[in-house]
């Protein structure tokens, strides 16, 4: 994998551009141990965008998010130990749901509307949307880059206020088994 180049993106600077709000275009991906045990996820996409009214989460049936996680970073496989699927999809009224495979600890995919609580034991998932949890200085970046000194604010942050849509992830780290690092 050294050899290969990569290419990365986030916040509507998506490789080849695609466009703004459209459910591809991936923000940001969070993951944490919590102090009570459990393993949280966030990935957020189709954003930012300004708030307007009865404005609701970005949707495709043709974009399938997957979490790969690796238990075992020392194995040296590089390769995810886990991967947790997430897709939606829309039923004969028009309304939105998500289904989710893979979850440690389970079995079935989990299957339930858009911004509603889906709980399954310990397992706990929410798909909606949000104000985009990134903080960044859009015009300390840029002056930083025009005068070679580092010009950032943290009293400023271009993304206050914008949503984005969230898919959030919480299950017991326990379940990701012994190699778990907590």
Do not use: C
């Not at 995810?80 to 699927?85: L, S, T, V």
């Amino acid at each position: 994998w050294q050899d290969n180049d990569a290419n990365a993106a986030d916040h509507t600077d998506p490789p080849g551009r695609i466009t703004a709000g459209d459910a591809a275009d991936i923000g940001d991906l969070y993951a944490w141990h919590g102090a009570d045990g459990n393993m949280r996820m966030v990935l957020t996409f189709a954003g930012p965008a300004a708030p307007v009214a009865d404005q609701t989460g970005t949707w495709d049936a043709d974009v399938l998010y997957g979490f790969h996680v690796d238990t075992d970073p020392d194995d040296e496989d590089y390769g995810a130990d886990a991967n947790i699927w997430v897709r939606f999809g829309q039923n004969d009224a028009d309304q939105w749901g998500m289904q989710v495979t893979g979850i440690p600890g389970t079995t079935e995919p989990i299957v339930g509307a858009v911004e509603t609580m889906l709980e399954e034991g310990d397992v706990k998932i929410w798909a909606g949307l949000r104000e985009d949890p990134f903080f960044f200085d859009l015009q300390g970046f840029q002056d930083t880059l025009a005068t070679g000194d580092v010009s950032f604010d943290n009293t400023r942050d271009t993304f206050a206020g914008a949503n984005i849509t969230a898919i959030v992830i919480e299950f017991p780290s326990s379940a990701l088994g012994s190699t778990n690092v907590a």
